[in-house]
């Protein structure tokens, strides 16, 4: 067994002057061409998901099943939104510029790139991926507010074959990762129905890898593709296993019939130490893991009764048990990869139930009858926590630890756990205020080091719709879009800063932990090139690196 430690706190940027841009802080590092040889080339790795993506269609389907799948088969024009990692940089986008006034950015294309059926990319497929963003139903494009300026479009258009130029009528600091999505095949996709097409199952990207085959709860293939236009990968296939339970996904890594977990339970970990089979590295993961409150709901509108709830919860006790210590109590809504992330700068919610208590009693919701439940008007105060059936990412254990700890201060609660493809649909993509939860188990990872990406989960306009939590302050939108348009980086992250001190106290979810996640490969592979990185839906910078060594 090899130990390696991986930093959470990889460099987000890389200060490079480009010609006649603004100033609008750390600009984009200039992507750069590094050859790179097949030490071995062949072999098939095989590694699991919890359950079967609700999509592969890149523009529809963003949850993590789905995610961990077609970012080996899609590439974005640009690096550093969310999902696709903390470096930001060009993918697609072989160099770029923007306008002196900032309203005009011009991306020039890698030439040559090919789907997966042979055709060019060209720059109509970037207009239209996002365009298609813009103009479908909220609900199939979670991306679409990133395309917006207030509730008019971004204009897009292709200059030539390999040019791609936005225009829009503001500057825009957080431009570069908002387009940070899967480009889609203008040829393939065009005239499919978006939630149902064949595309979703039989998608073709521009990745390292191409789909074949996918059997409903059993597994996906990829194989390697041969014209990827980074270099053919060194591995031949690409398997993704559906197991549901992570404990049955640590026994079959040991049995060999997975090669790689990137995110094992922290009690298992011991089971591959001092095993020269395989080699585990420990990263601290762009993530942060919440407990929603759905502010519809008139049982959470008074903010005592959040802040309560908040302050019942031994966050700490929670990474122990969930996590079994393989994480770090968080204090804010962003994640720490944000540049103005202190781990100490807020504070006010370390455990205490005697204080959890006040606060509800004097938001009116107390034990009146002396049966040891908090009650209203005469009947039970009671929240049911929704979370995911299935082990996926700790949802169900946590909300399992909660529903404790809200007990112990009287509060009746409830657990109901439903399907991840239809949660996902119902909570996620549709922006819409009806929604089926009180309280819910939820969070995220990869987002990136761009603040702005958060703008989707908080700001609620006329012209967006609901956010997942309910969530509307006017003071945070207005924040949110003079950030947009403040072109110095100091002054830019200030604002952020005012829009974090405000979520957190007001608490439109009440945030836990993010992950530090144990990853463990076979010693028959060797990803040393292909650079672990777990700010990346592949988990790697190079998928395409990924060599047997033996």
């Known amino acids: 067994m090899r130990l390696k430690l991986v930093s959470g706190l990889i460099v987000l940027l890389a200060i490079v002057v480009l010609a006649g841009s603004p100033s609008l802080g750390p600009t984009p590092i200039a992507a750069q061409s590094d050859e790179f040889a097949c030490p071995t080339t062949g072999g098939t790795l095989i590694t699991a998901i919890t359950d079967d993506p609700v999509s592969l269609n890149g523009i529809y389907a963003n949850d993590g099943a789905s995610v961990a799948v077609l970012s080996f088969v899609f590439n974005p024009l640009t690096l550093g939104g969310e999902n696709w990692g903390t470096e930001i940089t060009g993918d697609l986008a072989e160099s770029w510029s923007v306008s002196e006034d900032g309203l005009t950015w011009t991306f020039n294309l890698h030439q040559g790139v090919k789907w997966h059926d042979g055709e060019e990319l060209t720059a109509e497929d970037v207009v239209y991926t996002f365009q298609t963003i813009q103009t479908s139903e909220a609900e199939i494009a979670p991306f679409r507010p990133r395309f917006m300026q207030g509730d008019e479009p971004i204009q897009f258009e292709a200059a030539d074959d390999y040019t791609v130029v936005a225009h829009l009528t503001s500057p825009n600091a957080s431009f570069f990762t908002d387009i940070s999505v899967p480009i889609v095949p203008k040829h393939v996709l065009e005239g499919q129905d978006l939630r149902e097409g064949p595309f979703n199952r039989a998608p073709v990207g521009t990745g390292p890898f191409k789909v074949v085959e996918w059997n409903t709860a059993e597994s996906i293939v990829l194989e390697a593709n041969e014209d990827y236009f980074r270099g053919r990968p060194c591995i031949d296939r690409l398997i993704f296993r559906i197991i549901p339970d992570e404990q049955s996904q640590v026994a079959a ?298």
């Open 253 to 550: 890594l040991q049995t060999g019939e997975l090669d790689f977990l990137p995110n094992i339970p922290g009690a298992s970990v011991p089971t591959f130490e001092g095993n020269p089979d395989f080699t585990i590295s420990v990263a601290e993961q762009d993530s942060l893991f919440h407990m929603f409150l759905n502010l519809a709901n008139p049982k959470f509108q008074d903010v005592r009764v959040r802040q309560a709830l908040m302050t019942a919860i031994d966050r700490q006790a929670v990474v122990d048990i969930v996590r079994q210590g393989y994480g770090v109590v968080h204090n804010s809504h962003f994640d720490h990869v944000v540049p103005f992330y202190q781990q100490d700068k807020l504070g006010g919610y370390d455990y205490d139930p005697e204080r959890a208590g006040a606060l509800l009693d004097e938001a009116g919701i107390s034990d009146t009858d002396g049966d040891g439940i908090r009650d209203v008007n005469g009947e039970p105060w009671t929240i049911t926590i929704t979370s995911f059936a299935g082990g996926f990412r700790d949802y169900a254990d946590y909300a399992v630890v909660v529903q404790a700890f809200w007990q112990d201060i009287g509060v009746q609660t409830e657990l109901e756990f439903g399907d991840l493809s239809t949660l996902v649909e119902q909570i996620y993509q549709e922006r819409v205020v009806d929604k089926p939860y009180e309280a819910h188990t939820s969070g995220w990872s990869v987002i990136g080091p761009e603040p702005n990406s958060y703008a989707n989960f908080y700001m609620w306009t006329d012209a967006l719709g609901p956010n997942i939590p309910n969530y509307r302050n006017e003071e945070v939108n207005q924040l949110f879009e003079a950030a947009r348009l403040e072109t110095d980086f100091d002054a830019r992250m200030a604002i952020y800063e005012q829009i974090e001190a405000i979520l957190w106290e007001e608490l439109p979810t009440l945030p836990l932990y993010r992950n530090t996640e144990p990853a463990v490969l076979s010693s028959r592979f060797n990803i040393d090139d292909a650079v672990l990185d777990i700010s990346l839906g592949t988990n790697f910078r190079h998928p395409e690196r990924i060599y047997q060594s033996e």
